[in-house]
Nanobody, 119 residues
């Protein structure tokens, strides 16, 4: 089990940037990758980006490619999501999650951090 805590959300205007952080504790050595997801009011949760802890292999949702960058600091057990050129449609609660194997689901989740982008 991995415990995850997100931070860095806030209220910004369209075109602004935010940097989200996800700090992991617990059995992080069992985690294969970390990912970011988001959920807007009345909508289903959607995948944003993921990165493997060992090789730094990244995957991005098409909607955020070129704008968002996922990264990690293995020594600090922390993941980041740099969000540039934010749009109102990026407004959502952002969650980080842990994936334990490449073939498994993300099944450990943080509490989420709110990102609101005004037009």
């Amino acid at each position: 089990q991995v415990q995850l805590v997100e931070s860095g959300g806030g209220l910004v205007q369209a075109g602004d940037s935010l940097r989200l952080s996800c700090t992991a504790s617990g059995r992080t050595f069992n985690s294969y990758a970390m990912g970011w997801f988001r959920q807007a009011p009345g909508k289903e949760r959607e995948f944003v980006a993921s990165i493997t802890w060992s090789g730094g292999i990244t995957v991005y949702a098409y909607s955020v490619k070129g704008r968002f960058t996922i990264s990690r600091d293995n020594a600090k057990n922390t993941g980041f999501l740099q969000m540039n050129s934010l749009k109102p449609e990026d407004t959502a609660v952002y969650f980080c999650a842990a994936q334990f194997y490449y073939y498994s689901d993300f099944d450990d989740w943080g509490q989420g951090t709110q990102v609101t982008v005004s037009s």
